[in-house]
């Protein structure tokens, strides 16, 4: 499969198959994938905390906030996504190098991300990114440490139906050539 064919089969789903199985090994090739992404001086500040067990998937989905209408029933997996704090744009006398700060954190936890969720679609499997969450709850479950930032939620399943693409802005409406 090409990386065009990857780029156009990916979608956000929010409808597992239930029946569908996904193993610890493709979670390990998803996240393995997602480390080949570029980040501040290379410090791979990005972490996975995966819930996989029957127990901890549904402990980790009670995190999900009750108004996020994406609580992925059926999937198999929920990925939560955190960065090291105070590393990436940051000296190593711990000041900030730009404005940003740890805003270079969560740009490098979003390349990951990218890369996660495109060896997912090659791999089968497909991907929603959910925002909607209890950090501390999630925090406290998964025994996240205190220095670390959570990004996001990803779940991890095989789509129960084929949605259909959909539309994208004009090219000229999101991109200005000097």
């Excluded at 000296?91 to 700060?101: I, K, S, V, Y």
């Excluded at 679609?121 to 205190?146: F, H, K, Q, S, Y």
Aim: hydrophobic content about 40%; charged content about 30%; proline content about 4%.
């Amino acid at each position: 499969m090409t990386l065009d064919e990857v780029m156009m089969k990916r979608r956000s789903i929010r409808n597992y198959d239930a029946e569908a199985v996904v193993t610890e090994e493709q979670l390990r090739q998803i996240v393995s994938a997602a480390q080949e992404a570029p980040s501040w001086k290379n410090q791979e500040t990005t972490r996975y905390h995966i819930a996989f067990s029957d127990e901890k998937f549904k402990a980790v989905q009670q995190c999900l906030l009750s108004t996020n209408p994406s609580r992925v029933e059926g999937s198999k997996a929920l990925v939560v996504v955190t960065f090291v704090k105070n590393i990436a744009g940051f000296t190593l006398e711990g000041e900030p190098n730009n404005e940003l700060g740890n805003g270079w954190g969560i740009y490098d936890a979003g390349l990951h991300n990218m890369l996660l969720m495109l060896k997912a679609a090659e791999l089968g499997l497909d991907t929603l990114v959910m925002g909607l969450r209890d950090a501390d709850a999630l925090r406290r479950e998964l025994n996240i440490p205190e220095n670390e930032t959570i990004v996001d939620v990803i779940a991890v399943g095989k789509r129960a139906a084929d949605p259909a693409r959909p539309p994208r802005k004009e090219l000229d409406d999101i991109m200005k050539i000097y």
